[in-house]
């Protein structure tokens, strides 16, 4: 099993920054991509970004593109998402997620899940 835990969420100024970090443990594995995704109440969970395992591709959902970067540590098994210029609309819980091979792009593509962390852009 693969254990995903998320940290550096919080309340921020809309036009603030912060930056989530996602630390996998267990049974790690060596060709899989990690993301992002969010749900707002009342919202269906929705991808937000993600990366494979070398670093060298990334993905994004319009919504966060250009104020948004993920990136990861391999010797840490940690993905990060730098969060900047943020809106009242990124508000939701942010949940970190694994696949143990491929690309993540949506929900179906995940095989492990985070169990979440608030993000509220509040002015």
């Known amino acids: 099993q693969v254990q995903l835990v998320e940290s550096g969420g919080g309340l921020v100024q809309v036009g603030g920054s912060l930056r989530l970090s996602c630390a996998a443990s267990g049974r790690t594995f060596s060709n899989g991509a990690m993301g992002w995704f969010r749900q707002a109440p009342g919202k269906w969970r929705e991808f937000v970004g993600s990366?494979?395992?070398?670093?060298?591709?990334?993905y994004y959902a319009d919504s966060v593109k250009g104020r948004f970067t993920i990136s990861r540590d391999n010797s840490k098994n940690t993905v990060y998402l730098q969060m900047n210029s943020l809106k009242p609309e990124d508000t939701a819980v942010y949940y970190c997620a694994a696949d143990r091979d491929g690309s993540i792009r949506q929900l179906a593509d995940v095989d492990y899940w985070g169990q979440g962390t608030q993000v509220t852009a509040s002015s």
């Open positions: 990366i494979n395992w070398s670093g060298g591709r990334t």
